[in-house]
């Protein structure tokens, strides 16, 4: 343990932010690292529990005490180890992971949890800047061939643990970069992308063939695939955005956040406008910009949108306002709804809840206002929630850019999920149970969102490495490779 | 064993126990009459309550007399028979136990008779002995054997008596030995039946199972006036059974014994593995004759009687002999002179001590006399009278003779012998006896010849050099098993502190068997432990008597022939460096060879795989075997070469196998065995090994971790330091675990075997572990193989996750990969989001995470299954919860342990339901006796009364509903409790009674319980105390639990509490918290087994505990026997607890194991969380019990039938299991009960307080002074505890003003004398008292003072026996004379004055003034941590005897300071002050006040000398002083001061 009255001796101290007016010039990452010696000082607070609670609390598992224990001892080049036993990109989950191994630390009972992710980000940080991480090529080739389907974290993950457990690993991406949501999704103010780029290098290395702008179920056949490969891989993600029944959805002006945030992405990344946006550039340029939808998503676009010079954004949320505080007695060690503001959010948005758009206002086929009602929401006889509009409430916002980050419903449906014929759950996604990961077609696992439905990347490189594991079973008789 | 039931169930008839009251009387001169029996045979009615009944009132455990042959009466029985008597010396007497059954006797009788005419001896007659048996009950006359004796006469070979007994012990030998198999033979059980209690020329036996009174009665010759003996022996028996047998009476043929032979079982297997290195010039062949030496599945004390009796026929002396058998403790004793420690080291390598609590009277007819074991943990006082007789007893008091013709009254001292020689007619004293044996012969000079210390040997050490290739070491570390955790917990913190490590809270990981991982083989084993029937010891504060010493190599025979020419080699303690195993290795150049050594390989060929490994260990005895023939006389088994082609053999498989398969071949005593293993690291490693044989280990693998931890961490230690401190804390734990069954030394610990095998197949433990206990079946070696091919692939495989790094291990917290837990995450975050919003389906998902073990196995509870009715009743049919609930109790966990929140919160959600909360060991605050104004109830209804006392007032007992005696807990049996100084604030001192800021320890043992007729006596202490509250006694599962549960329902206990060793703790060493003792299930179903078996079921209740968890758990509870259910982790959870395991550290994040304000304000736990889960399990219960069919609990209770057990055909391990011992129905005879639901008879009607009381009503009601004047006997016992609590229960514990009640008292006290006595109550005896007076003194006064004028000096006899004032709250005692061992042992605020002290004077002291004014025995001090002690240095030696490791000595500080704030009183101010003062000063005044108030009480000759030469004596007196008591006054005084500045400033 490090330190066991470390938590009554330092006071949490989390990595600090630029300042707003700063960070909103630009699309460069604005959380700034702690000095190693306040890392250190942080890391003393964790109690290492007889029961870890932040074990189960991540999802991957993270040995979090005993790294925690390793910095205050400044073993971090064994820190970095235990780190990535469990996790593969930590420098992903360090940077955007919303750290539910934070709410179920123990010292959250007292809204003071060990500064875990902060923590993670540190040790991986330094591993790249040491030199530490390098390439880890199996003692011996296995002669199976996989196919990854996919290259966002699930896929990222699956394919590297395959690599290491000396399998051959191609990884297939229909875009042009890999990564996926990590990549496109996720605006480079949150993580810049070179991220990516060196873990594929050092993916690379470890054999792993990444084939880009190829999409499986289009140009390549999923039965081409099945037939040269000894195992296939589907890790595509959940990319059906959820729309906006209503009428006039169809006005210009209303766009999926994805179609925002990807050409904003490839603009960063350098590519040139026609390149980044070859369906017509979004611009929240002086614009007042409404965001439906609370979610993660949701903020990305109001940084996104913050960045650009939008006049004002609005962003809207059909649940009703979460408590401040949750009640610790009944969630603590559970993942707690309540109040958060993203630091996107802090950088400048109205928020609405229980608000439902119930039509587009438009003239000459472009968004002038959203038309909305106040809804609420109470028990149905069945137990659950159900939503209620509130007589007279509706009211009229004026707009000129909707940007919907409802969430998504499911993988696509069309492609590869219709060529592989892989049988489909209740929720549209692909079948497959965590117990090994196996679609209703042979040879086919399925991980990650395209699995679970949309979540965290944190759960994603869990689902990736869970799976590689199943794959290697399936393949050798036994694995090895962690769970 | 005849009497005794079969093997059945989880019973062994081998778990037996017993113990008792023995004496003596002797005439000193050797006169014989008829009247030294009539006073044996009185001796034993004094000892009666020390004996004890059975379920039926008329059967007694046996008693009996041993005497001189009484020649008179069998001349007149020849001359009747017409036989002619040879003269005395000539002739012997054997008495006979024949077969009733004509048969059976007629074929014994011929064995006998033949084989007394092969050994060339003459049958002279057979006598019958007359018998009355009137008055016995049915039970003991259906057991009664024929009692005839066989008059021989010797043959004419025989040329003197002592050649015609070893002759009579041939005869009986090669009858006796082969009977079991005879009977089975002829198909006639009746022929095992045969016994000779006694078969000499000079003394026989009378004994039976019989009731102390019904000796003299049952046999007549005792009664005939022609019966005459110098010598009467008696012995009254007190078993933990209700079987009745006659031949398990004592005395045996040399001894009666009272306490209990710890290391028996490695003791027979010693003796019996001498078969072929012992030779004997003086028995020549008739030695071959008498294999088995010592027959298996006899009680300790038959076999020590046969060990004595083969050494004195060997040739030694009777005293020689039982000085080898139990050597006081010798090594490291400075006041030992050297001629006798020379005597004592020379035997130690001829035999192993028989270690245990034994007080052991002894006579061959010629001498008579008694020993005490090392440590004095029994009772023995006499006297000696001026017309030369000695009475030696237990008890002091046990013949009324008049006080002027006693010339000496004295105790046996430990380790100390008393000897009387009846041929030269006088008494030999220990220092006459000793020194004649020491220097019969040059032990000396024969020690300087031909011992070797192996530190001291110059051999060139080839240090192997410690492999500094990280990744080879990773995978060797690998292969043996190595986790994180073992680095984490064990090695760095025993690298850098040198200690055991401690943790808290339970084990809640599966059992090895049960786990999927892969588990070394010493988990498997479970450490015995002592409790009841004997005590542990304490390693720390006693370590006097504890020894590491080893022997390695081959042993001298042990009849001594070639004396003083055997090279021995010894080591100071057990764990090997490289470099001490090198100097073996390479022994035979030095020392002229007389020692050769030969390493055997213990790896096996990984190509060979699992299937390798027996033959392996084949290849490894018949290798030990050929070495062994070929001279080599030390074997190392090295698993060095463990490789990547290798594969170790569990170095415990090795050890055992190699050690039982030398024993079986009688080779083992000619070689010694040494291990070279990389295997052992942690303490419980090295106590396996060694009780399987090991005589020394080396560790090279935890060496080089611990090399690689050094330079890693970057200590600042060198090599050599952290070798030494690891090796230390080795030391430390062995030396604890060791203690922890009552074994003092290694010596003896080596081959003991006091282990239970838990998930081991019953055919692999005979084989390689025999003589192992193993009750639920489980692997055998194809599993264990398979076990160690999983290790040896993780090290040398390409598995990712051990490729740079260790197994997580997960046993000690809970990891990722680790091992399974019952509390994970999810299960104690259902519990409490369940108990919170009180969600039942929260609660269903907690239960079924818990009970559902489809998945993964985690209890043997797992492994059963319900016999579900065909037609389940409706719920609503079922006994409402809120009656189940009554029957919950939550676990004891000490105010200190816990903070006032949460204990106090337990106990309103308790008293809500109508269930009990218990306060542990730590007092309870009196504002909590009265109920609050919303009509809670802050009282805890469990009033706990643990080894250390704490705050255990009269008050404090007279306010429980339940008195529970803690024998031992779950998480540490064995071990005492303890509390941190940091936990130690205001608050938790006052009700303990001591000083803020300074650590609390409990004892290992209860010092007034070393065995079971203590209990007994405690129990009426308590009783006395508070007769309306349940005596409750509780215990931990082990093996053999079932049997000392008997045994405590025999000593009248109400409630009996089975312990699992999942219970929790605050603060353990990891040690003993995964290691020591067994599931609940396996004690508590042996528990009920034998309690049916002995039909005493019924007045006993049984509480389960230890792991209890869902309403599963409580179903099956109840099946198994259990009526009440003890609850604390699970109910800790409710409240908040998350399983932090930091309660050792006080820094409990959630308010409950910590004293720290700030965090007791995190508390959030609530009656309503408890009461809800405990609603919750009752729900669950009795949905079960619908689907049972059973409407009550009740009906529920011992109804085994209706479980089942689910073979766990998919687990690798736990197939094997077979749990149809444990789910064994013993058929309860007709009127027998299965579940509690009769009261004990305590017996109380006898109490002299009831007549005290009653005398004193006027003082009790309304304070007016009464004076009463009584006689008292030994039999009176516990006088004025009962007085006691009626003014406690009236005045609470401030009681009444100082001598309101006045009682005078003449004779001798029994035990107990003066216990709990409360304020205003004196107790004043002229005469002398027995042990435990003033136990838990609570205010009152205690006075015993010699008759007046009295020829003894009072300074050189003894007055009050042993553990006086033990746990003494408040009070004054004055005692004029010299007390026993262990004087104020816990006093935590007594002031007392005595004018001697036995060893272990103040021990564990924590308040209150003690003045010595004579001399104390060894030890003074030892673990005293606070109050203050003066002793009169009479022979300026004090420093010598004083343990110094928490005291300083200082001169009396006789400056009268001007601020006399702080000065001492004549008078004591309340029952908190005793007006002694601040102890940091004013010596000269408190000690003259304390000399004054001494000449008052007592009219002390020393007193009145002393105060008369004042001057002069007060510089000899040295002050002892507690250096953490010394700062943490100051510092209070600081405090106070400053407190006052500041209020006079404002």
């Known amino acids: ?483 | 064993m005849s009497g005794l039931p079969a093997k059945q169930g989880l019973y062994d008839p081998r778990n037996e126990h017993d113990s008792c009251g023995v004496g003596f009387v002797a005439n000193i001169k050797g006169e014989k009459s008829h009247g030294i029996i009539t006073q044996g045979l009185q001796i034993l009615l004094s000892l009666d309550h020390r004996g004890a009944v059975g379920a039926d009132p008329l059967v007694g455990d046996g008693a009996g007399c041993l005497i001189q042959i009484p020649d008179a009466l069998l001349r007149d029985w020849a001359k009747g028979a017409g036989v002619t008597l040879p003269q005395p010396g000539h002739y012997a007497v054997a008495m006979c136990f024949l077969p009733t059954e004509a048969k059976a006797r007629d074929i014994t009788v011929k064995q006998f008779e033949r084989f007394i005419k092969n050994e060339g001896q003459i049958l002279i007659g057979w006598r019958d002995v007359p018998t009355d048996p009137t008055g016995l009950g049915k039970i003991v006359l259906e057991q009664m054997p024929l009692i005839r004796q066989a008059i021989i006469a010797h043959g004419p070979q025989v040329k003197d008596q002592d050649t015609f007994e070893r002759k009579l012990l041939a005869i009986r030998k090669q009858t006796q030995n082969p009977l079991v198999a005879l009977a089975k033979k002829h198909k006639l059980p009746g022929i095992a039946k045969f016994y000779i209690p006694s078969f000499s020329t000079r003394t026989v036996v009378y004994k039976g199972l019989l009731l102390a009174p019904d000796v003299g009665r049952f046999y007549l010759d005792l009664q005939n006036p022609l019966t005459k003996s110098a010598i009467a022996l008696v012995h009254q028996r007190f078993s933990t059974n209700t079987f009745p047998s006659w031949r398990l009476a004592h005395p045996y043929r040399f001894i009666a014994h009272n306490g209990e032979i710890n290391t028996h079982r490695g003791n027979v297997n010693w003796m019996n593995a001498r078969r072929r290195t012992m030779e004997s010039d003086l028995l020549g062949p008739d030695l071959d004759k008498m294999w088995p030496l010592i027959p298996h599945g006899q009680s300790d004390t038959a076999s020590l009687d046969n060990a004595l009796e083969l050494l004195m026929a060997g040739g030694y002396p009777l005293a020689h002999a039982v000085m080898m058998l139990i050597p006081e403790a010798w090594a490291g004793n400075k006041h030992m002179d050297a001629s006798r420690r020379a005597f004592y080291e020379y035997h130690a390598a001829l035999l192993e001590p028989w270690d245990g609590p034994a007080s052991i009277a002894f006579t061959d007819g010629r001498q008579i006399g008694a020993t005490l074991d090392r440590n004095g943990l029994r009772p023995a006082r006499f006297i000696v009278t001026d017309d030369d007789l000695v009475i030696m007893a237990s008890e002091a008091g046990v013949l009324p003779i008049p006080d002027e013709k006693i010339v000496r009254k004295w105790r046996l001292q430990p380790g100390k012998m008393l000897l009387i020689d009846l041929e030269e007619g006088r008494i030999i004293e220990d220092e006459e006896i000793k020194r004649t044996l020491s220097d019969a012969k040059p032990y000396d000079e024969w020690l300087k010849k031909t011992q070797f210390k192996l530190e001291e040997l110059d051999l060139p050490d080839e240090q192997a050099v410690a492999a500094n290739d990280a990744a080879a070491l990773l995978d060797r570390q690998q292969a043996f098993g190595y986790t994180q955790e073992d680095i984490q917990f064990f090695l760095e913190p025993m690298s850098e502190q040198g200690d055991d490590p401690v943790g808290s809270m339970g084990t809640d990981t599966p059992l090895a068997v049960l786990s999927n991982k892969s588990r070394l083989l010493y988990n498997y084993f479970k450490q015995n432990f002592a409790q009841v029937t004997n005590p542990p010891i304490d390693s720390i504060r006693e370590e006097l008597v504890m020894s590491l010493v080893s022997m390695i190599g081959p042993r001298p025979n042990l009849y001594g022939r070639r004396a003083g020419v055997h090279k021995r080699l010894e080591v100071s303690q057990p764990v090997l460096t490289n470099a001490d195993l090198e100097k073996i290795r390479g022994i035979e150049t030095v020392l002229d060879g007389a020692f050769r050594t030969t390493t055997i390989d213990i790896t096996w060929d990984a190509s060979e795989g699992a299937a390798g490994l027996e033959r392996a260990v084949e290849r490894v005895c018949s290798d030990a075997t050929n070495a062994v023939l070929l001279d080599a006389n030390i074997l190392i088994l090295s698993d060095r070469a463990v490789s990547p082609d290798r594969i170790a053999i569990p170095a415990l498989l090795a050890t055992a196998a190699v050690h039982h398969h030398l024993v079986r071949l009688g080779l083992r005593m000619q070689t010694g065995l040494v291990l070279e293993t990389g295997e052992a690291r942690e303490v419980h490693h090295f106590c396996a090994l060694a009780g399987y044989g090991a005589e020394a280990i080396n560790p090279y693998l935890a060496f080089e971790t611990l090399e690689q931890i050094r330079v890693q961490s970057g200590l600042s230690l060198k090599p050599h330091d952290v070798q030494k401190n690891y090796i230390k804390a080795i030391n430390k734990g062995l030396l604890k675990v060791m203690a922890k069954m009552g074994i003092s030394t290694y010596h003896s610990y080596c081959g003991a075997q006091i282990f239970d095998a838990v998930g081991l197949s019953s055919s692999f433990v005979e084989k390689y572990f025999t003589g192992t206990a193993t009750m639920i079946e489980g692997i055998g070696i194809k599993e264990i193989a398979e076990e160690c091919v999983r290790r040896h692939r993780d090290a040398y495989g390409d598995n990712p996750i051990y490729r740079n790094m260790l197994d997580v291990g997960g046993d000690y917290a809970y990891r990722l990969r680790g091992e399974d837990h019952a509390w994970t995450p999810e299960s104690v975050s259902a519990l409490q989001h369940a108990v919170r919003g009180n969600l039942p389906d929260e609660y269903r998902q907690f239960a079924t995470s818990v009970n559902d073990q489809s998945e993964r196995l985690l209890t043997l509870r797992g492994l059963m299954q319900f016999k579900f009715a065909e037609k389940p009743i409706p719920l609503a049919d079922v006994e409402p919860a809120a009656d189940i609930v009554k029957r919950f109790a939550t676990g004891a966990m000490s105010f200190g342990s816990i903070s006032r929140e949460a204990h106090t919160m337990l106990a309103v959600a308790m008293n809500r339901i109508g269930g009990r909360s218990n306060t542990g060991e730590g007092g309870e605050e009196s504002d909590r006796y009265v109920p609050l104004a919303n009509g809670d109830s802050m009282r805890s209804r469990i009033k706990q009364v643990a080894s250390g006392r704490f705050g255990v007032t009269t008050e404090y007992l007279v306010n429980a509903d339940d008195l529970q005696i803690k024998m031992a807990q779950g998480a540490k049996p064995g071990e005492g409790g303890q509390l941190p100084g940091y936990k130690v604030d205001k608050n938790i001192a006052r009700v303990r009674h001591a000083t803020p800021g300074v650590g609390l320890i409990s004892p290992p043992p209860h010092h007034d319980i070393y065995s079971i007729e203590d209990l007994a006596q405690l129990i009426r202490d308590l009783k006395c105390a508070n007769s309306q509250a349940r005596i409750s006694v509780k215990l931990v599962s082990e093996v053999g639990v079932g049997t000392v549960a008997a045994g405590v329902a025999k000593c009248r206990a109400d409630h009996v509490t089975i312990s699992g060793f999942e219970g929790g703790t605050g603060a353990s060493p990891l040690t003993s918290l995964t290691h020591a003792g067994s599931p609940w299930e396996i004690g508590l179903a042996e528990t009920q087994q034998t309690l049916v078996l002995n039909g005493l079921r019924g007045r006993i209740a049984v509480q389960v505990d230890g792991g209890i968890r869902t309403g599963r758990d409580v179903a099956i509870g109840a099946l198994l026997g259990a009526d009440e259910f003890g609850f604390s982790t699970a109910p800790l959870i409710a409240s908040g607890c998350i399983m932090m395991r930091k309660c050792h550290l006080n820094t409990c994040p959630v308010g409950i194991a910590t004293q720290d304000p700030v965090l007791r304000q995190r508390f959030t736990g609530q009656p309503e969380h408890v009461i809800n889960y405990f609603f919750f399990v009752a729900e669950e219960l009795r949905e079960i019990m619908a689907k049972l069919g059973v409407r009550t609990l009740k009906e529920m209770i011992g109804r085994v039938d209706k479980l089942d057990m689910v073979r766990a055909l998919s687990h690798w391990k736990a197939k094997g299991v077979d749990l149809s011992r444990l789910l064994h129905m013993v058929e309860p005879k007709p009127g027998v009960a299965i579940h509690h639901c009769e009261a004990q008879n305590h017996n109380l009607h006898t109490q002299l307080d009831h007549d005290l009381i009653k005398a004193a009503t006027p003082a009790i009601e309304s304070g007016q002074p009464v004076r009463l004047e009584r006689r008292i006997r030994n039999v009176d016992r516990t006088v004025g505890a009962m007085l006691s609590g009626e003014v406690a229960r009236r005045h609470g514990h401030a009681g009444l003003p100082e001598d309101t009640i006045v009682v005078r008292f003449e004779g001798t006290a029994g035990q107990s004398f003066g216990a709990f006595l409360a304020r205003g109550v004196s107790l004043e005896l002229t005469g002398d008292s027995n042990d435990y007076v003033g136990k838990g003194l609570s205010g009152g006064r205690v006075v015993v003072r010699q008759p007046k004028p009295t020829k003894r000096e009072p300074t050189e006899n003894i007055i009050v026996g042993n553990t006086v004032l033990y746990g003494a709250i408040a009070g004054e005692a004055y005692f004029e004379g010299v007390a026993g061992e262990r004087f104020a042992v816990r006093n935590s605020g007594a002031v007392a004055v005595v004018e001697g002290t036995g060893d272990h004077g103040c021990e564990y002291m924590t308040g209150g003034v003690v003045a010595v004014l004579g001399l104390t025995g060894r030890n003074f001090a030892a673990g005293m941590s606070g109050g203050i002690a003066y002793v009169y240095d009479v022979d300026s030696k004090f420093e010598s005897r004083c343990n110094q490791a928490m005291v300083r000595l200082e001169k009396v500080d006789l400056a009268q300071p001007d601020d006399d704030s702080g000065a001492p009183r004549q008078r004591s101010l309340s029952v908190s002050d005793s007006g002694m003062g601040d102890p940091l000063g004013f010596d000269a005044q408190r000690l003259r006040i304390l000399v004054e108030r001494h000449l008052l009480h007592t009219g002390s000759a020393r007193a009145r000398y002393l105060l008369e030469n004042w001057d002069a004596s007060l510089p000899r007196f040295v002050k002892v002083m507690p250096t953490d008591y010394a700062k943490a006054l100051a510092e209070l005084n600081r405090e106070k001061k400053s407190g006052a500045r500041a209020v006079a400033a404002e």
């Open chain 1, 1 to 483: 343990m490090a330190d066991p009255s470390g938590f009554l001796k330092v006071e949490r101290r989390e990595r600090e932010y630029d300042k707003r007016e700063a960070r909103v010039q630009s699309y460069r990452e604005f959380t700034r690292p702690l000095p190693y010696t306040e890392v250190t000082r942080q890391a003393s607070r964790c109690m290492d529990c007889g029961i870890p609670f932040c074990h189960t609390g991540c999802p991957v598992n993270n040995l979090i005490p005993d790294w925690n224990n390793l910095v205050y001892r400044e073993q971090w080049r064994t820190a970095l180890e235990t780190l990535h036993s469990t996790n593969n990109f930590p420098e992903f989950t360090g940077r955007i992971c919303p750290a539910p191994c934070e709410a179920s630390c123990t010292l959250n009972i007292d809204d003071n949890p060990v500064t875990i992710k902060t923590i993670e980000c540190q040790i991986v940080d330094r591993g790249w800047e040491e030199g530490w991480i390098q390439p880890q090529l199996p003692a011996q080739a296995s002669g199976k061939n996989i196919a990854v389907v996919g290259s966002g974290p699930a896929g990222l993950a699956c394919a590297q643990q395959l690599a290491r457990a000396g399998h051959g690993v191609t990884v297939f991406e229909k875009h042009d970069r890999i990564g996926g949501l990590l990549r496109y999704g996720i605006p480079d103010f949150k993580m810049e992308k070179h991220i990516i780029d060196r873990r594929m290098r050092q993916m690379e290395a470890e054999g792993v063939t990444f084939r880009t702008g190829v999409e499986v179920g289009a140009g390549v056949p999923v039965a081409m695939l099945l037939q040269d490969y000894d195992a296939l891989v589907m890790s595509g993600g959940a990319e059906l955005p959820r729309d906006l029944d209503v009428e006039s959805r169809a006005l210009s002006g209303i766009h999926f956040a994805m179609d925002f945030l990807i050409q904003q992405n490839k603009r960063v990344a350098g590519d040139p406008e026609e390149r980044a946006a070859p369906a017509g550039t979004i611009s929240a340029k002086g614009k007042h910009v409404i965001v439906i939808g609370g979610g993660d998503t949701g903020s990305d676009c109001i940084g996104t949108a913050n960045r650009h010079g939008a006049a004002s954004i609005t962003q809207l949320e059909i649940l009703p306002k979460p408590p401040e505080k949750e009640n610790k007695a009944l969630t603590w060690p559970d993942w707690p709804l309540k109040l958060r503001t993203s630091s996107s959010q802090e950088e400048g948005s109205e928020r609405d809840w229980s608000v439902l758009t119930r039509r587009a206002i438009g003239a000459n086929g472009k968004i002038e206002a959203l038309e909305c009602v106040r809804v609420e929401w109470v028990k149905g006889a069945d137990g659950r929630q159900q939503m209620r509009e509130i007589p007279d409430s509706a009211f009229q916002l004026k707009t000129d850019l909707v940007l919907l980050a409802m969430g998504f419903l499911g993988p696509h449906l069309g492609g590869l999920v219709e060529q592989s014929a892989v049988a489909l759950d209740s929720r549209g996604n692909v079948k497959a149970s965590v117990a090994d990961y196996k679609t209703s077609v042979q040879k086919i696992f399925a991980c990650g969102d395209m699995r679970r439905g949309q979540s965290l990347v944190v759960w994603a490189i869990r689902e990736g490495r869970q799976c590689a594991r199943a794959v290697d079973a399936f393949l050798m008789g036994a694995s090895e490779l962690p769970r």
